[in-house]
C-alpha cells in the first residue's frame, strides 16, 4: 500500500471513529493489565464479565494480593487457562509491589518482565493506559496488516515492526485500536464484510465479498 494510501486508509478510521476506546473494562493502569492478562485466547466480554464484580473490590495490587490466588479464581474460573492466569496476576502483583510500590511501569522492558505479560500485552498496556504510540499485533491486527496489504509480514513482531513505519505520526496513537475494532466488526475472519468497508478501494485483498 502506498504512503498515500495508507494516509487515506487512516484518516477515513478517523472519520468514522475519532477517539476509538478498546473494549476491555477497567479503573486505572492496575486494573487494565490484568483485564489483558485475562483475555489471552478469550473474548472480551467474557473478561468483562468477570472483572466487573472482581474490580469492584480489587484496585490496587495490594488488593489482589489480600485476595489471594484461591480468592481470584472464584472470579476468573469462567475463562479459559483461569488456574495459570490467577496464578500469574497473583505473581505480577506481588512483583509490582516489590519493585515498583505498587504502580505499573511506564516502560516495555519492564513490563514484559511481570509474569504473564509479553510484548502484546505490554503495547496494549502502555497504549492504553498512558497514550505511547504502540501497536498491539493480536489475531486482528495480523489478519488485516496481511489482508489489505497494510502491513504484511509473516509473524506478528514484522507487523508491528512495519506498521510503526508506516502508519503517520498523527495516527498511530490510536492506529491499534482502529485496527482492532476493523478486523473484529468488519475485516471479519471468516468473512470479511467488504460492502461496508470504508476503506475497500484502498485494500489489497483480491477476493472480496460482494454481499
Known amino acids: 500500500m502506498t504512503p498515500q494510501k495508507v494516509k487515506e486508509f487512516f484518516a477515513r478510521l478517523k472519520k468514522q ?9 477497567y479503573t486505572n493502569p492496575y486494573t487494565l493489565l490484568v483485564a489483558v492478562v485475562l483475555s489471552a485466547q478469550a473474548t472480551d466480554v467474557s473478561v468483562n ?11 490496587t495490587p495490594e488488593d489482589m494480593l489480600q485476595l489471594g490466588e484461591a480468592g481470584l479464581k472464584g472470579y476468573i474460573r469462567t475463562i479459559g487457562l483461569f488456574n495459570a492466569k490467577a496464578k500469574n496476576i497473583i505473581a505480577l502483583s506481588r512483583q509490582l509491589v516489590e519493585q515498583h510500590r505498587g504502580q505499573v511501569p511506564r ?8 509474569p504473564g505479560v ?7 498496556v ?10 498491539a499485533v493480536d489475531t ?6 496481511n489482508r489489505t496489504g497494510l502491513a504484511p509480514g509473516k509473524t506478528p513482531e514484522a507487523v508491528e515492526e512495519k506498521l510503526l513505519k508506516t502508519v503517520p505520526p498523527e495516527y498511530l496513537r490510536h492506529a491499534h485500536h482502529w485496527l482492532i475494532l476493523h478486523g473484529r466488526y468488519v475485516c471479519k475472519a471468516r468473512k470479511p464484510d467488504c460492502p461496508a468497508c470504508l476503506v475497500r478501494d484502498l485494500c489489497a485483498f483480491k477476493d472480496k465479498t460482494v454481499s
Do not use: S, Y
Open 118 to 124: 509479553g510484548r502484546k500485552t505490554a503495547n496494549v
Open 107 to 114: 516502560n516495555r522492558e519492564e513490563l514484559v518482565k511481570l
Open 49 to 59: 464479565k468477570a472483572t466487573r464484580p472482581l474490580f469492584g473490590i480489587v484496585r
Open 140 to 145: 486482528h491486527l495480523f489478519r488485516v496488516g
Open 126 to 135: 502502555l497504549n492504553t493506559a498512558f497514550g505511547e504510540p504502540t501497536i
Open 17 to 25: 471513529n475519532p477517539e476509538p476506546k478498546g473494549e476491555l473494562e
